[in-house]
Structure formats: structure tokens, C-alpha cells
């Protein structure tokens, strides 16, 4: 993870007790409707934060330590925000209050692993903890966003089924062979534990999507990794090595539109730009483009 260089940020209102014009803060109970307003502006690109949203039923994060950040106006309307724990999420977030959005995070010496979202402004919050010190370990500044309204015009593939818990022993080592192939490291690095906690909460909770073959190993396995009342959106892609090129791809996709949309009209997921075979696969599924992420790993 990353840990920023302190540096002094004089215009905060934590440090002047009030809310100037252009001040960031974080949010409080009553600004919970203010970001549900401000989130459901783009329930696609801000799923993440609507998920939490709605989950939480408050502005305020139930994680010890996660903290969303808002850019309120000379007005006191709330115009972007950010959340913050291991991961950075912008919402809505222009240049100009990423820019804040990143000396806030860089003043605050925290460890983050990764900030993803809308590109301009994870690309705005990752220059200014540049300036503080901080290196990334790769950043993909292309990344397709995409999103499907429309039932899928394939046939999916009938074994794919909401995981069972059961299967979680078969489950665990494909997940953590996807996050190995995506980012390059295994997850278990940063405690197994964790892991194993994250992906039985999606089996549990019907966000773990997979096909088994008859000797109980996964064929195929996707999740729907962020989920809210608009939107699901889709992460977690996986197909098992020996049934690669086989054309298989498309057909799973499909099913899991199906199943994604089972909770949210909204289908969403965002690819690599350099994935040529992924983004060929979710075209001919349907999913269409509607805006650009960026990541920044570290």
C-alpha cells in the first residue's frame, strides 16, 4: 500500500472549524440525502458508492477507519465526493476537486492500495499524491466502461447458477487465481483471512456466479462485486485455463447479464483497454461504452 508524505492543506474545514468556499469535509448523517442526490447523477459510474449508500443507510461509512469526503460549494451545495478506506472511489469528482480530494488524502498519511473510478479523476487525485511522495506500481489509465439495459440476444449458458455455499472450497482458489492473472499478486499477501471472509460474503449473499464441471472444479466464475438498487456491476471474470479457447466466453457473459440483472435493471463492468478478446466478447453480448475508468495500483 501507499503512504503519503504529510503536507499542510491550510483551506480544510477539520482545520479551520467551518466550511469555506470550496471546502472539503467529511460527510455527516445529515449529508446522506445530499449524496444519494449527488450518486444517483450517474448510477453506472457510481455503483460502487451507491452500494455503500444503501447498504449503510448513511453518509457515514460503517467501516472503522473509511471516511467519505465531500467538495461542498461557497453555497454549501455538495458537488463531488470521495470515498475513502483501502480503496479510493471519486464520485463525481471534477479535476479541479480531485485535486482536493488527493492533498486531503495526502496530508492524512494513510495507506491506500488502489484508486479506481471515473479516469479524470483518479488520474487528478493520483497526480497530487505524486507530488507527496507516492509511487504507483502500475496504472491503467484506459479502461472501458461499460453497461447493458437490454436482456442479452445470446443464449447463455444454462450451468451458470448463483454459487453455493457448499462450493466454496472450490470457489476460493479460482477467485484468488483471477486476482492473481488481473493485478499480479496473490491476494493472499495482504491476509488470507480477509479473503476467504470476502468471498464467502458474496456466496452468501448471491453476488458469486459459477459453473462447476462433475469432478466439483470450476469451469467458469464471475462476481457482481458492487450492487445496488440501478446497478450491478460485474467483476471477478474467470474462465478456467483448460477450457479456454473453446469459444465458451460469450455464452457465460450472457448468463451472467441475465442473473446480474436479476438485481438491478443496470448490467455494468469495466475492462482493460489492452484486453482486446474481453472487450470483443462484451460487444457481442451487447454491453456498450458509456464513459472511461482509470486504476491506480499500488
Known amino acids: 500500500m501507499a503512504k503519503m508524505l504529510s503536507r499542510v492543506v491550510p483551506w480544510l474545514a477539520s482545520r479551520n472549524g467551518g466550511s469555506p468556499a470550496g471546502a472539503v469535509r467529511a460527510l455527516v448523517h445529515q449529508d446522506t440525502d445530499a449524496l444519494g442526490r449527488l450518486v444517483g447523477l450517474d448510477p453506472v459510474a457510481n455503483v460502487f458508492m451507491a452500494s455503500q449508500l444503501e447498504t449503510a443507510g448513511s453518509a457515514v461509512p460503517a467501516g472503522l477507519g473509511t471516511v467519505v469526503l465531500g467538495y461542498f460549494e461557497d453555497d454549501g451545495a455538495l458537488t463531488g465526493a470521495c470515498w475513502i478506506g483501502a480503496n479510493v472511489v471519486p464520485v463525481q469528482a471534477t479535476a479541479v476537486q480531485a485535486r482536493f480530494f488527493g492533498q486531503w488524502l495526502a496530508s492524512s498519511q494513510r495507506n491506500i492500495a488502489s484508486i479506481f473510478g471515473p479516469a479524470e479523476a483518479v488520474l487528478g487525485i493520483y497526480a497530487e499524491l505524486e507530488c507527496a511522495g507516492a509511487k504507483a506500481a502500475e496504472i491503467r489509465?484506459?479502461?472501458p466502461l461499460l453497461v447493458m439495459a437490454a436482456e442479452p440476444g445470446l443464449a447463455g449458458e444454462p450451468g451458470l447458477v448463483?454459487?453455493?455455499?457448499?462450493d466454496f472450497a472450490a470457489i476460493l482458489p479460482a477467485a484468488a487465481a483471477m486476482f492473481e492473472e488481473e493485478v499480479g499478486y496473490s491476494p493472499f499477501l495482504g491476509g488470507e483471512e480477509h479473503y476467504r471472509r470476502r468471498i464467502a460474503a458474496l456466496i452468501r449473499q448471491g453476488y458469486s456466479l459459477s459453473h462447476l464441471n462433475g469432478n466439483?472444479?470450476?469451469i467458469f466464475k464471475a462476481d457482481l462485486g458492487a450492487v445496488s438498487s440501478a446497478a450491478t456491476q460485474i467483476q471477478g471474470v474467470w474462465l478456467n485455463p483448460e477450457y479456454r479457447g473453446r469459444g465458451l466466453s460469450a455464452g457465460y457473459m450472457a448468463a451472467v447479464v441475465r442473473l446480474a440483472q436479476c438485481h438491478a435493471p443496470l448490467a455494468t463492468l469495466y475492462v482493460n483497454d489492452y484486453n482486446v478478446r474481453a472487450?470483443?466478447?462484451?460487444?457481442?453480448?451487447?454491453?456498450?461504452q458509456v464513459g472511461t475508468f482509470a486504476t491506480v495500483l499500488f
Do not use: K
Open 141 to 143: 489509465a484506459d479502461q
Open 216 to 218: 466439483g472444479e470450476v
Open 162 to 166: 448463483p454459487s453455493r455455499e457448499e
Open 279 to 288: 472487450r470483443a466478447t462484451y460487444e457481442r453480448v451487447g454491453f456498450r
